[in-house]
């Protein structure tokens, strides 16, 4: 039997895990943290990242853990609305939907539990490559155990380890930013429609919405050109001061409940190369991505997909190392057109909010002629996003 070790067990790992495992591929899984609840989690998933999960049949799996779906979209500045869209943008589509990332992860790992080719090792770092006549062999993880592997795989997200080790480069292809993350109470405006809220007033931009389990969640765009130190501002006052009426009142009210925001910094990037003989690079390992329209949890799916599509059939054909790494390359090549449209996309999104905040007088001109301009500025943002939503072109998995 086939042994495979996977470093990092967030969507990209755990999915693949399990595909592996029910398919007779022993998997070890290797989780340097204690547990799933750490600050920040992605939660949005698209109809691409929905279809993924339900070709791998574990759609089932989010009826028995906190989601929400999306009821629409509103996109408000300075605090005047300029469109809504409501989900599902398609006849017949799957809305937009918020999962507690945590119990997901949770999930997969008890269901792949249940098969003996599997073990979970948790709360130990991997430290280190093991090496044969220069094909990677295995892992030395953080208590110094040894595990060999026939393949490793490198899951372990956007400052991976793995990577570091194989010593591929990552190359950054747009400016790294950081996003202030805040937690806060629900707000009674919210109670019957979740509603996903791009605000920007002024040069201030943010994202509001309804998480899985119920929070509010905001994330706040840091300006680069800022030279104010983020852990000095009055957070109240200054989201009171950006917020529309309805928003800026449920602060006031739970005043004594904001907290100091996490700072998430962004990287996006691609490495050139995702494999070396005996070592491939997944999801945001490979290829980091811009939280703009939660995009990394769905682009990890769809890479997991094609993965399991090229790795399943020569893992267990046993017919030997080569076989393995001449895979490797072409998993690459499916999935990298994606990642560069994807990213390209993510790019021109936040290339519109970053001129609209620069500019008081085209902010002026759109709210003045936004009678005349809605349905124009609804229809192109639409047209931007049917690839975020559904990716680039369709993948099915065929194993």
């Known amino acids: 039997m086939s042994q495979v070790v996977i470093v990092g067990a967030g969507p990209t790992g755990a999915t693949l895990a399990l595909l592996f495992v029910k398919r007779g591929i022993a998997v070890k899984l290797i989780e340097a943290s204690r547990n799933f609840r750490r600050v920040f989690r992605g939660e949005g998933l698209m109809p691409s990242g929905l279809d993924a999960l339900e070709q791998m049949g574990l759609l089932p799996m989010l009826e028995r853990i906190p989601h929400r779906a999306l009821d629409a979209w509103e996109f408000l500045l300075d605090n005047h609305l300029l469109f809504r869209v409501d989900e599902p943008f398609e006849i017949g589509g799957k809305p937009t939907t918020l999962v507690s990332q945590p119990d997901l992860l949770e999930a997969l790992i008890a269901e792949a539990s249940t098969y003996s080719n599997f073990e979970f090792i948790q709360s130990v770092s991997v430290q280190?490559?093991?090496?044969?006549?220069?094909r990677v062999a295995g892992v030395k993880l953080g208590d110094e155990r040894c595990i060999d592997a026939d393949l490793v795989i490198g899951a372990d997200g956007r400052n991976s380890i793995v990577r570091q080790r194989a010593n591929l480069p990552l190359k950054h292809y747009s400016k790294t930013f950081d996003v202030?993350?805040?937690?806060?109470?629900?707000?009674?405006?919210?109670?019957?429609?979740?509603?996903?809220?791009?605000?920007?007033?002024?040069?201030?931009?943010f994202g509001l919405f309804q998480g899985a389990e119920g929070h509010l969640q905001l994330g706040w765009s840091l300006h680069e050109s800022s030279s104010t130190d983020w852990k000095q501002i009055d957070w109240l006052s200054m989201l009171v001061s950006v917020s529309p009426p309805w928003f800026a009142e449920h602060l006031q009210q739970n005043?004594?409940?904001?907290?100091?925001?996490?700072?998430?910094?962004?990287?996006?990037?691609?490495?050139?190369?995702?494999?070396?003989?005996?070592?491939?690079?997944?999801?945001?390992?490979?290829?980091?991505?811009?939280?703009?329209?939660a995009?990394?949890?769905?682009?990890?799916?769809?890479?997991?997909?094609?993965?399991?599509?090229?790795l399943i059939p020569v893992l267990l054909s046993k017919s030997g190392h080569r076989n393995i790494d001449a895979i490797l390359p072409q998993i690459q090549t499916q999935r990298e057109p994606e990642i560069v449209?994807?990213?390209?996309?993510?790019?021109?999104?936040?290339?519109q909010a970053?001129?609209?905040?620069?500019?008081?007088?085209?902010?002026?001109v759109i709210s003045k002629l936004n009678p005349l301009l809605h349905q124009?500025?609804?229809?192109?943002?639409?047209?931007?996003?049917?690839?975020?939503r559904q990716g680039i072109k369709p993948i099915q998995l065929t194993v």
């Not at 280190?128 to 220069?134: A, G, M, N, S």
């Not at 100091?260 to 491939?280: F, T, Y």
């Open 295 to 310: 995009q990394g949890i769905n682009m990890a799916l769809r890479d997991v997909i094609v993965t399991a599509n090229h």
């Open 128 to 134: 280190d490559l093991l090496w044969v006549e220069q």
């Open 255 to 293: 005043a004594q409940t904001i907290e100091r925001p996490v700072l998430l910094s962004v990287v996006v990037g691609r490495c050139p190369r995702w494999s070396i003989p005996g070592l491939m690079l997944l999801g945001d390992a490979a290829h980091p991505m811009s939280p703009i329209r």
């Open 180 to 205: 202030l993350w805040f937690k806060l109470p629900n707000s009674p405006d919210l109670k019957f429609e979740n509603i996903f809220y791009s605000i920007l007033h002024g040069d201030h931009a």
């Open 354 to 364: 970053q001129l609209l905040g620069k500019s008081a007088l085209l902010r002026w």
């Open 341 to 351: 449209r994807v990213q390209q996309l993510q790019s021109q999104e936040a290339a």
């Open 376 to 388: 124009r500025l609804r229809q192109s943002w639409l047209k931007r996003q049917i690839q975020l």
